[in-house]
Nanobody, 122 residues
């Protein structure tokens, strides 16, 4: 079983910064893509940023220029540096990993973490 553990969420003032981290553990052959998604009550889950094993990156327009995603492949770890935070960034941030547990094409996994709370308020 692949498990994701997130950390780094906190309460910060507008304009502040946070760094989220996520570590994937378990039976893993390779992780092709890792990313961050966020969700608030009453709204649908939103993609924040993704990064693949070749370090190709995709950001949501709302965070582009403020957030930076990075990955440590050897450690199965992904980070999200969040700068110039705004109240609308308040959400539960979930880590995601997509990969394979073995060389079999049927061993694909799509794992999610439990989430870490980010609150931006004055």
């Amino acid at each position: 079983q692949v498990q994701l553990v997130e950390s780094g969420g906190d309460l910060v003032q507008p304009g502040g910064s946070l760094r989220l981290s996520c570590v994937a553990t378990g039976t893993i052959f390779t992780i092709n893509r890792m990313g961050w998604y966020r969700q608030v009550p009453g709204k649908q889950r939103e993609l924040v940023a993704t990064i693949n094993s070749g370090h190709a990156i995709n950001y949501a327009d709302s965070v582009k220029g403020r957030f930076t995603i990075s990955r440590e492949n050897a450690k199965n770890t992904v980070h999200l540096q969040m700068n110039d935070l705004k109240p609308e960034d308040t959400a539960v941030y979930h880590c995601n990993a997509l990969g394979y547990t073995s060389t079999s094409s049927k061993s694909v996994f799509d794992a999610w973490g439990q989430g870490t709370q980010v609150t931006v308020s004055s």
